[in-house]
């Protein structure tokens, strides 16, 4: 069994990128850049946006948390140095000052249902359930997640990294592998930036539309996201239920070539993968994937969480509950 489904699991995600905004306008910047409506998230709440091309394809997913007067967000491996040029080419006269703290933090992911009662044990405090809630404790920022599983994001100034982690472990949390996680994120329908979708992928075609706040205001690439909202686009990613093993490779609906499955996992029996189709294939269809000489039958399902796939709260949705929770 995958240990991110068992008790409580760990991975080292400090190979992320890490900016800080700082500044007293630092929320009205990232709002007029990034898809989500950043411009009152309230202190110790998260939040996952896009940055965008001009043309209104993917160049960044960016996951976010506001602690005191700051926002910290982690990024892809290898892009803090970029999108640290990218915003700070963007600042002009606003008040909004841009860092890359990707060496001054460490990152931990904690996945299970036992991820509460070892962080406990651990010593580390634990935010409220619900999602994009966050935590301040000394110097770690706990944030927690639902993707792909329930969990936390634990940010660690690297000098505690490692004690962080040992405290962890000896509270039972299991030292997971990267690979398992990537298994995890297939199996459970969240795709990879870099792998499932990039820089050719639309929001909408990506499935990311619960990362997009369609009723603010301007923000880059925001005329391509609307025109291609009125509209329909021609290729989604999709969730493939295999019949026996997952395969990456090309997908076959009828005899006609219909698009390509990037990543496939294989968990306890379950055999998924995440593809970009035509959207002339419908969910509910049986396609096969061809790899090499090998091929395997699957059904095309909706992404979880996505506006046609089974319901997850969206980051907007889960903020205001919160907020309103507290009043």
Not at 102 to 125: C, K, N, Y
Request: aromatic share 6%; proline share 5%; glycine share 8%.
């Amino acid at each position: 069994m995958n240990p991110f489904y068992e008790s409580a699991a760990m991975v080292d995600r400090s190979d992320r990128g890490k900016l800080r905004f700082t500044g007293e306008q630092n929320l009205w910047f990232l709002d007029q850049l990034l898809t989500n409506k950043l411009d009152d998230l309230a202190e110790q709440i998260g939040a996952e946006a896009l940055l965008l091309t001009p043309k209104g394809r993917i160049s960044d997913h960016l996951r976010l948390v506001r602690n005191g007067d700051a926002v910290y967000a982690d990024v892809e491996p290898g892009r803090s140095d970029e999108l640290l040029e990218f915003f700070q080419q963007r600042v002009f006269i606003t008040k909004a000052e841009i860092s890359d703290v990707t060496q001054g933090f460490g990152l931990l992911e904690v996945f299970g249902p036992a991820t509460d009662t070892a962080l406990g044990s651990a010593g580390i405090s634990v935010p409220t359930e619900i999602p994009y809630a966050a935590i301040s404790q000394d110097d770690l920022i706990v944030l927690r997640i639902i993707r792909p599983l329930p969990g936390v994001a634990i940010w660690v100034p690297r000098e505690s990294l490692e004690q962080t982690q040992a405290s962890l472990l000896n509270a039972g949390v299991a030292h997971g592998k990267t690979d398992d996680l990537h298994a995890v994120m297939v199996v459970e329908g969240s795709p990879r930036l870099g792998i499932d979708f990039g820089d050719s992928h639309l929001p909408q075609e990506a499935a990311l539309e619960y990362l997009v706040h369609f009723a603010k205001g301007c923000y880059l690439g925001q005329e391509a996201v609307a025109m291609a909202q009125r509209g329909q686009v021609k290729k989604r990613l999709r969730h493939l239920h295999f019949e026996q093993e997952a395969l990456t490779g090309r997908v076959l609906y009828g005899n006609e070539e219909a698009g390509t499955v990037t990543s496939a996992a294989e968990i306890a029996g379950l055999s998924r993968g995440v593809a970009t189709l035509k959207t002339s294939v419908p969910t509910g269809a049986r396609v096969t994937v061809v790899s090499d000489e090998r091929q395997s039958d699957a059904v095309v399902k909706a992404l979880p969480g996505t506006i046609d796939g089974p319901k997850l709260p969206s980051a907007r949705e889960l903020r205001e509950r919160l907020q309103g929770s507290k009043t």
